[in-house]
């Protein structure tokens, strides 16, 4: 199975500020990962597919890149509704399997 | 508006059977694989199954291989999960999710039905 692995697992940020979650797969996908995210009692979110490209609807300020085995997700401007948590997901290979997690918290 | 809706959630023994469901809509649910997926409250996501569009392809988790099987009928736009052998550790939220624009993809996903087997 490919392992797939978040950092940090934490993240503390202010309003306004960027932010970079970095995810690492235990071999090359090539660019299939997908970033979704989570907030509390709800489902998950798609955002970004193909490692670096924007789900339908979702603002600009995400972005994705990367490909093999190192890929990051960016937040610019960070807003109060930005903070939550998000798993990364490996799409290459059965079984498909996600990251832990990287909790995104306001400072 | 794409809507997935689980049912079938409850408290169970261990040892004990279970069959969740999802109804979709919205969507042509004949054109997408779909998928379950599981969260264990407070944890992570954890990939359970998946089945093609035709039910002809699935796979299992190493987890719940032999125990869970998933199925679909497109004719009534209905996802399944039958679980069998139920063990303390399969408590989780489980969410039914449609397929996206490639297999193992997921664009959408239901609020989740909560499994919980104790004794």
């Known amino acids: 199975d490919i392992q797939m692995t978040q950092s940090p697992s934490t993240l503390s940020a202010s309003v306004g500020d960027r932010v970079s979650i970095t995810c690492r797969a235990s071999?090359?996908?090539?660019?299939?990962l997908a970033w979704y995210q989570q907030k509390p009692g709800k489902a998950p979110k798609l955002l970004i597919y193909?490692?670096?490209s924007l789900e339908s609807g979702v603002p600009s300020k995400f972005s994705g890149s990367g490909s093999g085995t190192e890929f990051t997700l960016t937040i610019s401007s960070l807003q109060p509704d930005d903070f939550a948590t998000y798993y990364c997901?490996?799409?290459?290979?059965?079984?498909?399997?996600f990251g832990q997690g990287t909790k995104l918290e306001i400072k | 508006e794409v809507q997935l809706v689980e049912s079938g959630g409850v408290v169970v023994q261990p040892g004990g059977s279970l069959r969740l469901s999802c109804a979709a809509s919205?969507?042509?649910?004949?054109?997408?694989?779909m998928y379950w997926v599981r969260q264990v409250p407070g944890k992570g996501l954890e990939w359970v199954a998946l089945?093609?569009?035709?039910?002809?392809?699935?796979y299992y988790a190493e987890s719940v291989k032999g125990r869970f099987t998933i199925s679909r009928d497109n004719s009534k736009n209905s996802l399944y999960l039958q679980m069998s052998s139920l063990r303390i550790e399969d408590t989780a939220l489980y969410y039914c999710?449609?397929?996206?624009?490639?297999?193992?993809?997921?664009?959408?996903w239901g609020q989740g039905t909560l499994v919980t087997v104790s004794s």
């Open positions: 999710a449609k397929g996206g624009y490639s297999y193992g993809l997921v664009d959408y």
């Open positions: 919205g969507f042509i649910f004949d054109d997408n694989a």
């Open positions: 089945i093609s569009w035709d039910g002809m392809t699935t």
């Open positions: 071999q090359s996908i090539s660019s299939w």
């Open positions: 193909k490692a670096s």
């Open positions: 997901q490996q799409y290459s290979n059965y079984p498909y399997t």
